[in-house]
């Protein structure tokens, strides 16, 4: 006679094996969809059920996924899709518009926030962030007229003027200048803007913003001090690396 525990144990474990595998061939279907740009097939799993904010094994949003393989038909039928959390993320705390404006993808920054008012205003780093650091200068633009606070922190203080003068997107600076970023702010390390600029060999711009600051301020400060390196064994006294945005 057979042990009814075992038989109810072996049921179990077949019912839990099959709800496995009903979750992860959409998954998988969805990923490899992402990949190739196949909105048809995308459609067809959300007219399903299947839901738009699934992630792939590492955590990435599907659609944080799809803008940053610039899969843009798929993005834009995930950003269409009912419940899609635009404020999901991914480990590095990317999430969607971020991803859209490091891209440089200004039709889906457009789409995200006056098609389904997605928030342009994030604690952080921001989208504004994003879009400066590469020179995405229709995408800065849109967002500074769509109410992005034009001076927003990263975790340790730095601002999309710092990360514009960093990068050496010189339009993007006076960009961001003509829109009223504050030249005079500091991060966490007392780096300015003119410190990103000349710690990162952009003489030009770092210039360009001692001419600026001595017209409106008077005398410009000190360099701030290089920072110190990265020590990852995490020893007293090291300073973390200067966070930036994932680069792509």
């Known amino acids: 006679m057979l042990d009814m525990k075992i038989v109810r144990g072996v049921v179990a474990a077949l019912m839990l094996g099959a709800a496995t595998a009903s979750w992860a061939a959409p998954a998988d279907d969805m990923r490899k969809a992402v990949e190739f740009d196949d909105a048809n097939t995308v459609q067809k799993l959300l007219a399903r059920g299947v839901d738009p904010n699934l992630t792939d094994a590492r955590g990435n949003p599907m659609l944080v996924v799809a803008l940053r393989e610039k899969s843009i038909k798929v993005a834009t039928v995930l950003i269409k899709a009912k419940n899609i959390d635009f404020d999901k993320t991914n480990p590095a705390g990317e999430n969607a518009l971020m991803m859209a404006s490091l891209q440089g993808e200004l039709d889906m920054v457009k789409l995200m926030v006056d098609g389904e008012e997605a928030e342009i205003n994030k604690k952080g780093w921001a989208p504004l962030h994003y879009a400066a650091s590469n020179g995405h200068n229709e995408v ?109």
Do not use: C
């Open 140 to 248: 800065v633009k849109y967002l500074v007229d769509h109410a992005a606070y034009i001076d927003a922190e990263s975790p340790n203080g730095t601002t999309p003027l710092m990360m514009a003068a960093r990068g050496g997107h010189i339009d993007t600076v006076k960009l961001l200048l003509d829109e009223g970023a504050d030249l005079r702010l500091k991060n966490q390390q007392s780096m300015t803007a003119i410190d990103f600029a000349e710690q990162y060999n952009q003489k030009e711009i770092a210039d360009g913003l001692k001419s600026r600051w001595q017209k409106l301020y008077g005398a410009v400060p000190a360099p701030a001090p290089k920072p110190v390196p990265y020590n990852p064994s995490g020893s007293p006294g090291a300073p973390n690396k200067q966070p930036q945005p994932k680069p792509y």
